[in-house]
């Protein structure tokens, strides 16, 4: 039997989570930030708890996680700074990083703006993502945080899926398959 839907609770908000096929192996929750303050404000306030101690940044990528990375920085007064998962004209000597692998199948190139990846620098950085599966993000984002000079100082996911090579917090686990 397919499961088509995974059910969170976080805070006193309930969502039911659409799940999607990734490859021939079966369906994974899918997460979604956008467009939901309520379900992304219950989160926000649940994690600040995790923020690791010392943090001066918090670090992102422009996706889904950008509404949670703004609320995170809202609750806390830690600011934060986003990579994109594309090359924008205006961007300044940007730092690049290829993600060989992703949880939903595809390869991508992350880039830090020249400016903001100064902003890191001397900095201990917390990496914020809404799902941490196999790592490789995070991975990757802690790359582009010791390129630009600073010192990665926790790896912090709404939630985790499966089974991570990083020394992750998270507040829920997710199926890895369903």
């Known amino acids: 039997m397919q499961v088509e839907q995974l059910n969170v609770t976080v805070g006193a908000v309930t969502r039911d989570l659409p799940t999607v096929r990734v490859g021939s192996t079966g369906r994974v929750p899918l997460v979604e930030f956008i467009g939901d303050p309520e379900f992304t404000n219950a989160v926000a306030a649940e994690m600040v708890a995790l923020i ?35 090359r924008r004209t205006y961007m300044q000597d940007p730092l690049i990083v ?7 199948g595809v390869s991508e190139t992350l880039w830090l703006d020249g400016p903001h990846a100064a902003r890191l620098k001397g900095k201990r950085v917390t990496i914020v993502q809404d799902v941490i599966a196999s790592g490789g993000t995070a991975q990757a984002l802690a790359r582009l945080t010791e390129r630009a000079g600073g010192t990665v100082n926790g790896f912090l996911a709404a939630f985790k899926q499966g089974e991570t090579t990083v020394p992750l917090h998270f507040l829920q686990e997710l199926p890895k398959r369903i």
Do not use: F
């Open 52 to 86: 690791p101690a010392g943090t001066d940044m918090l670090l992102s990528v422009v996706t889904n996680a950008l509404p949670l990375v703004h609320e995170l920085s809202d609750r806390s007064g830690i600011p934060y700074v986003v990579v994109r998962k594309k």
């Open 98 to 104: 290829d993600v060989p692998s992703m949880t939903m």
